[in-house]
């Protein structure tokens, strides 16, 4: 079984920043792709960025220049600094890692319980 953890969605005003976290733990052999999508309320979910394992990162056209998504491998965590957030930011935020569980196994995408950011202006 493979948990993903997010924390630091919090309130913040229009301007300021925020680093959200994702820690995947359990049963993994190794972690592929991970990203970050949001959904506000009567939204479709959305890509906010993705990185793979070699650090290749692309994000959603909104969040270039403000967000920059990073990953420690050895913690098994992906992040997500947002800088100059906006009113229109706001939105329950998930992680999603690819993961293998064993050698020859195929990669699994699994999702966190989403932690809530909120932008006021």
């Known amino acids: 079984q493979v948990q993903l953890v997010e924390s630091g969605g919090d309130l913040v005003q229009a301007g300021g920043s925020l680093r959200l976290s994702c820690a995947a733990s359990g049963s993994i052999f190794r972690v592929d792709d991970m990203g970050w999508y949001r959904q506000a309320p009567g939204k479709q979910r959305e890509l906010v960025a993705r990185i793979t394992r070699r650090g290749t990162t692309n994000y959603i056209g909104s969040a270039k220049g403000r967000f920059t998504i990073s990953r420690d491998d050895a913690k098994n965590t992906v992040y997500l600094q947002m800088n100059s957030l906006k009113p229109e930011d706001t939105a329950v935020y998930y992680c999603?890692?690819?993961?293998?569980?064993?050698?020859?196994?195929?990669?699994?995408?699994?999702w966190g319980q989403g932690t809530q950011v909120t932008v006021s202006s």
């Open positions: 999603n890692a690819d993961v293998f569980v064993g050698v020859g196994e195929l990669s699994q995408a699994y």
